[in-house]
């Protein structure tokens, strides 16, 4: 389990003046560093989370060319379409558990530069693809990937970053995933699945060729008693290390025991994170993004994949909106926002699929639906575009409530156990 977040860890390091909470690499005073190099280190760094946008939006075109494909490519039908956009999720969850374990034990450098290999190895799979059994299994290993990159890039970027701009990288960690998959519908327009997989090796191949030229983390290295190297990375990073002052450096990692749940201050800000995150997640955000071109094309849209776009679009310029009004707004009122926002779409968007579906069986039911049965393809055409504005405003309130969700998490408890692993 990772260690406590840099704010926390930083007060505590911060010698004899407990109302300065300084990092753990901070100038004590003097004029902010200028050093260019950080932005190059966090950009490649945030390619990780590109991947991971990638591979989470690569589905949406891919699926209905894979049930489009004939022979000799392998063919989805409708579970092999379930399980090659769920199946990514799994490989998360597991790549969320080794991320963890790596990043404190590799290194944070290193932990982006294996993630690197599933992920292009998973696209490789897909691209020379024979069978279902394949795909589902290049799906699985940039799952796996995307875990570790969503785990250690917000870390590694965190650890590079001088305070002043500590905030503005961090916030492009999410907006890389959005625009990773504004990538894949973007390029899923005009590429067939098979090609569509070579464009996604293309940012993890150049994640690694950049991560190559850059360094470990000066925290990391201080934890490791590698203080010439910290310097040196700091010095590449910031441009100087003058004006320093080291602070101790106590252990990275605090055995958890359950005892330690007892603690109102432990379980009442790991309860609240969990719940939160679990109510995001079955909102359906995920499967909205798994599978936008195919509900779509059920919606009877006749252009599925520039509705896709459209949302993708959406979800990048409000995860930005989110980032930008959240300080001001405040967390709160945002997140309650957000779910009326996505109840009154996802209605919205159920009424639709009521009004456009054929007569029923049950003739009971036939003169209450007559009206809109009569003329299913008229109405379709006609509420089409309640379909896009629907999910629109779903993305919307997703894109704001997962912003928020995530730093009003980092913001509960900074001393509880599982809160640098529900902030990243």
């Not at 639906?369 to 109405?379: D, F, R």
């Amino acid at each position: 389990m990772s260690g406590r977040p840099e704010q926390a860890l930083a007060a505590d390091m911060t010698p004899e003046d407990p109302e300065e909470t300084q990092p753990l690499l901070g100038r004590p005073g003097g004029s902010a560093p200028r050093g260019r190099r950080v932005f190059l280190a966090a950009f490649a760094a945030a390619l990780g989370p590109l991947s991971f946008g990638f591979a989470l939006g690569y589905s949406s075109p891919a699926i209905p060319s894979l049930q489009r494909a004939g022979p000799p490519a392998p063919r989805l039908d409708a579970a092999a379409a379930s399980w090659f956009g769920a199946i990514v999720t799994l490989g998360a969850a597991a790549g969320g558990v080794l991320g963890g374990w790596l990043v404190d034990r590799a290194g944070r450098k290193l932990s982006l530069l294996l993630c690197t290999v599933p992920f292009v190895a998973g696209f490789a799979i897909i691209t020379a693809a024979q069978d279902v059994w394949m795909l589902l299994g290049g799906r699985l290993l940039t799952g796996l990937a995307c875990g570790i990159a969503s785990l250690v890039a917000p870390v590694y970027i965190s650890e590079i970053a001088y305070p002043a701009v500590r905030g503005l990288l961090g916030s492009c960690v999410q907006l890389m995933v959005v625009t990773g998959i504004l990538l894949a519908y973007l390029a899923g327009w005009v590429l067939e699945w098979r090609w569509l997989a070579v464009l996604g090796c293309v940012p993890p191949s150049f994640m690694l060729l950049l991560m190559c030229c850059m360094p470990e983390t000066p925290r990391f290295l201080l934890t490791q008693h590698k203080r010439q190297e910290a310097m040196a990375a700091l010095q590449f990073l910031w441009g100087s290390e003058q004006g320093w002052e080291e602070p101790p450096v106590r252990a990275e990692h605090q055995d958890f025991h359950l005892a330690q749940l007892r603690n109102p201050g432990i379980y009442k800000p790991f309860a609240i994170g969990i719940l939160l995150m679990a109510f995001q997640q079955l909102s359906g955000i995920n499967a909205v993004m798994f599978y936008a071109e195919t509900i779509f094309e059920e919606a009877k849209f006749k252009e599925s994949s520039l509705a896709s776009v459209i949302v993708g679009i959406i979800q990048v310029l409000f995860t930005a909106v989110a980032a930008l009004v959240m300080d001001r707004a405040g967390r709160r009122l945002l997140l309650a926002l957000s779910g009326v926002i996505m109840v009154f779409s996802t209605s919205a968007f159920g009424a639709y699929f009521k009004l456009t579906q054929g007569p029923p069986s049950n003739s009971s039911h036939m003169d209450l639906l007559a009206p809109v049965s009569l003329e299913p393809a008229e109405a379709s055409v006609g509420l089409a575009w309640l379909a896009v504005g629907s999910v629109c405003l779903f993305i919307i309130g997703g894109a704001q409530a997962l912003r928020c969700l995530l730093a009003r998490i980092c913001l509960l408890h900074p001393q509880c156990p599982f809160h640098f692993v529900l902030c990243s």
